[in-house]
């Protein structure tokens, strides 16, 4: 889902690769990356909860939906405070959902949090930091609330 830092493995960064500075054009790269992904899933759980019958479940999906439009903004705002115009709208909305996607939507937000602890590892500005940090902590709680919701929302 998102461009690690060892782009030709394919894989999580590791610890030698993370003490390496890191130009701040790869993190307004990487940033924009999560932008992408970030508007999926806004799209992804906006969809969720137009689709569900359950009230408690449209609730919390829309809920995840607007935590996730607050981490756009905040993504564009460190776009523009690491390179000083504002982030390409270069993004699609688009989602197929399915039981298989709902089960995808936990995995995806671990997948997530790890992402925004690589970036966070790579930042020094502590601006950026705790904007990061914030939104680590709403992916941890996605990946919580995705878990029941999945039991909740789907075995009516």
Known sequence: MYPYINEEKNIFASEEELEVQIPSQRIAQLINQALIEEVSSVYLYD????????????????????DDRFHIKLLKEMYKDLTGIDPPDNWEDSANIDIKTVNETILNEIETAKFYRDLLAAVEEDFLKDKINY???????????NTYLLTVCFNE
């Open 47 to 66: 969809t969720l909860a137009d689709n569900s019958k359950n009230e408690l479940c449209t609730k919390q999906y829309r809920s995840i939906a607007n």
């Open 135 to 145: 939104i680590i902590n709403d992916k941890q709680n996605h990946a919580i609330l």
